[in-house]
C-alpha cells in the first residue's frame, strides 16, 4: 500500500507517542521507593543514602515502615526507651517493625536481616554489643536501605555504614560519676574501697562508662576499685554481683553500678546483709528512671548521672530527613544532667519513667 502524506504524519506521531510512554514509564519503575533492588541495579548506589534518595519520590502519601531492632527489656530504661519509640512512631504515623533481641547479638542480626527481606524503608537499632557488625551493615547498605543507629554504638571502622548515632556520650558519663566521687573524698586519708557493677560484656556503654570513671578518679590514688563484675544491666543479677562483693571483701566504701537496676538489685543485698545503702556504703549510679530516683530521694542512691532513654521523636525526625534525602549530623548527642539524693527527691514528681 502506497502512504500518503498524511498517513505519514498520523504513523510518525503515533511512534513518538509510543515512545514517549515507554520511556515515561521505565523512569517511575526504577524510582519506586519499594523496589530498592532495581534500583541500585541499574545504577549500582555508592551508599545507601544515595539509593535512599530515589525512595524519596515514592509517592508522598506511602506510608514509612521502619524496622527497629531492640537489645531487650532488661532494665527500666529499657522499658521507657520502648515505649518512647513506640509512641513516636505512631504520632509520625510511621509503621513500626519492631523486635525484641532478648539481649543477644544473633537475634538482632537475624531480625535486621528479616528486615531487609521485608524492604522497610530504615532499619534502627540499640546494638547489644560494640563489635561484629559489619557483615550485616554492609547487606543492608548494598540494599539500599539506609540504618540509624540509637543508644549504643558500634565498633565499625566503615561509618558509611549507618547514617548516623543518635544517643548519650558515656564516656562523659563516667567521668561525671568519677567527677562526684573524686570531689567527695578530695580530703580523704586512706584508701576508698569501690566495686564495680558493669553493664552487658562487651557493650557500649558498659566499655565507656568503666574508662570514663576510671580516667577521672585516678586523679586520687586513694580512689581503688577493688572488684568489677558485670550485672548484665539487671537487677537479679546485680543482686547476685553484690552479695558475693560483701561476701569476698571486709571493707567496701562505694559502689559505682553502670545502672539504676544494678544498684536496685545491690541496695537489696546490702539490706539483708545488714548494712544501710547509702550510708555504710555510697552508692553512684547511671540513668535517673523513677525507681532509682525513689531510692536516692530515700538517700539509699547518693548520686545518680541521668542518661536518657526518650529518644523517639528525635529518631522520628532523623528518619524523615534520611528519606528527604537530607544531610544529618553523624553524631547527635542527648543532653543530660546529674541529680543528688537532694535533688532527686525534688525531681521524683516530674520524672516521667
Ligand atoms: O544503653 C543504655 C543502657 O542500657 C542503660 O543505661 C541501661 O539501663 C540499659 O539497659
Same mark, same amino acid.
Given at each position: 500500500?502506497?502512504?500518503?502524506?498524511?498517513?505519514?504524519?498520523?504513523?510518525?506521531?503515533s511512534?513518538l507517542?509510543?515512545?514517549?510512554?515507554?520511556?515515561?514509564?521505565g523512569?517511575?519503575?526504577?524510582?519506586?521507593?519499594?523496589?530498592?533492588?532495581?534500583?541500585?541495579?541499574?545504577?549500582?548506589?555508592?551508599?545507601?543514602?544515595?539509593?535512599?534518595?530515589?525512595?524519596?519520590?515514592?509517592?508522598a502519601?506511602?506510608k514509612v515502615?521502619?524496622?527497629?531492632?531492640?537489645?531487650?527489656?532488661?532494665?527500666?530504661?529499657?522499658?521507657?526507651?520502648?515505649?518512647?519509640?513506640?509512641?513516636?512512631a505512631?504520632?509520625?504515623?510511621?509503621?513500626?517493625?519492631?523486635?525484641?533481641?532478648?539481649q543477644?547479638?544473633?537475634?538482632?542480626?537475624?531480625?535486621?536481616?528479616?528486615?531487609?527481606?521485608?524492604?522497610?524503608?530504615?532499619?534502627a537499632f540499640?546494638?547489644?554489643?560494640?563489635?561484629?557488625?559489619?557483615?550485616v551493615?554492609?547487606?543492608?547498605?548494598?540494599?539500599?536501605?539506609p540504618?540509624?543507629?540509637?543508644?549504643?554504638?558500634?565498633?565499625?571502622?566503615?561509618?558509611?555504614?549507618?547514617?548516623?548515632?543518635i544517643?548519650?556520650?558515656?564516656?562523659?558519663?563516667?567521668?561525671?560519676?568519677?567527677?562526684?566521687? @573524686?570531689?567527695?573524698? %578530695?580530703?580523704?586519708?586512706?584508701?576508698?574501697?569501690? *566495686? +564495680?557493677l558493669?553493664? $552487658?560484656?562487651?557493650? /557500649?556503654?558498659?566499655n565507656?562508662?568503666?574508662?570514663?570513671?576510671?580516667?577521672?578518679?585516678?586523679?586520687?590514688?586513694?580512689?581503688?576499685?577493688?572488684?568489677?563484675?558485670?550485672?548484665?544491666?539487671t537487677?537479679?543479677?546485680?543482686k547476685?554481683v553484690?552479695?558475693?562483693f560483701?561476701?569476698?571483701?571486709k571493707?567496701?566504701?562505694?559502689?559505682?553500678?553502670?545502672?539504676?537496676?544494678?544498684?536496685?538489685?545491690?541496695?537489696?543485698?546490702?539490706?539483708?546483709?545488714?548494712?544501710?545503702?547509702?550510708?555504710?556504703?555510697?552508692?553512684?549510679?547511671?540513668?535517673?528512671?523513677?525507681?532509682?530516683?525513689?531510692a536516692a530521694?530515700?538517700?539509699?542512691?547518693?548520686?545518680?548521672?541521668?542518661?536518657?532513654?526518650?529518644?523517639?521523636?528525635?529518631?522520628m525526625?532523623?528518619?524523615?530527613? @534520611?528519606?528527604d534525602? %537530607?544531610?544529618?549530623?553523624?553524631?547527635?548527642?542527648? *543532653? +543530660?544532667?546529674?541529680? $543528688?539524693?537532694?535533688? /532527686?527527691?525534688?525531681?521524683?514528681?516530674?520524672?516521667?519513667y
Amino acid at each position: 500500500m502506497k502512504l500518503t502524506r498524511k498517513m505519514g504524519i498520523v504513523l510518525a506521531a503515533s511512534v513518538l507517542l509510543l515512545f514517549t510512554a515507554a520511556c515515561g514509564s521505565g523512569g517511575s519503575g526504577s524510582g519506586s521507593g519499594n523496589n530498592t533492588s532495581g534500583g541500585s541495579a541499574e545504577a549500582p548506589a555508592n551508599s545507601a543514602a544515595e539509593a535512599k534518595s530515589e525512595s524519596a519520590e515514592a509517592p508522598a502519601d506511602k506510608k514509612v515502615t521502619l524496622g527497629f531492632a531492640q537489645v531487650g527489656a532488661e532494665s527500666g530504661w529499657r522499658t521507657a526507651n520502648t515505649t518512647s519509640i513506640q509512641d513516636s512512631a505512631k504520632e509520625a504515623g510511621f509503621d513500626l517493625k519492631f523486635s525484641d533481641a532478648q539481649q543477644k547479638q544473633e537475634n538482632q542480626i537475624k531480625a535486621i536481616r528479616t528486615y531487609i527481606q521485608q524492604k522497610v524503608d530504615v532499619i534502627a537499632f540499640s546494638p547489644v554489643v560494640e563489635s561484629g557488625w559489619d557483615t550485616v551493615l554492609k547487606e543492608a547498605k548494598d540494599a539500599g536501605i539506609p540504618v540509624i543507629l540509637t543508644d549504643r554504638a558500634v565498633d565499625s571502622k566503615d561509618t558509611s555504614l549507618y547514617e548516623t548515632f543518635i544517643g548519650s556520650d558515656f564516656v562523659e558519663e563516667g567521668r561525671r560519676a568519677g567527677q562526684w566521687l @573524686v570531689d567527695k573524698y %578530695k580530703d580523704a586519708a586512706g584508701d576508698v574501697n569501690i *566495686v +564495680e557493677l558493669q553493664g $552487658t560484656t562487651g557493650s /557500649a556503654p558498659a566499655n565507656d562508662r568503666k574508662a570514663g570513671f576510671a580516667e577521672v578518679i585516678k586523679s586520687n590514688p586513694n580512689l581503688k576499685v577493688i572488684a568489677s563484675q558485670t550485672g548484665d544491666f539487671t537487677r537479679a543479677k546485680g543482686k547476685e554481683v553484690m552479695q558475693a562483693f560483701l561476701k569476698a571483701n571486709k571493707k567496701i566504701d562505694v559502689l559505682y553500678a553502670h545502672n539504676d537496676d544494678m544498684a536496685l538489685g545491690a541496695i537489696q543485698a546490702i539490706e539483708a546483709a545488714g548494712l544501710k545503702p547509702g550510708e555504710d556504703i555510697v552508692i553512684i549510679s547511671i540513668d535517673g528512671v523513677k525507681d532509682g530516683f525513689t531510692a536516692a530521694s530515700e538517700g539509699k542512691i547518693n548520686f545518680i548521672v541521668e542518661c536518657n532513654p526518650l529518644l523517639g521523636p528525635q529518631l522520628m525526625q532523623a528518619v524523615r530527613d @534520611v528519606l528527604d534525602g %537530607k544531610e544529618i549530623p553523624k553524631r547527635i548527642v542527648t *543532653v +543530660e544532667g546529674v541529680f $543528688t539524693s537532694e535533688e /532527686a527527691k525534688k525531681e521524683l514528681p516530674n520524672r516521667k519513667y
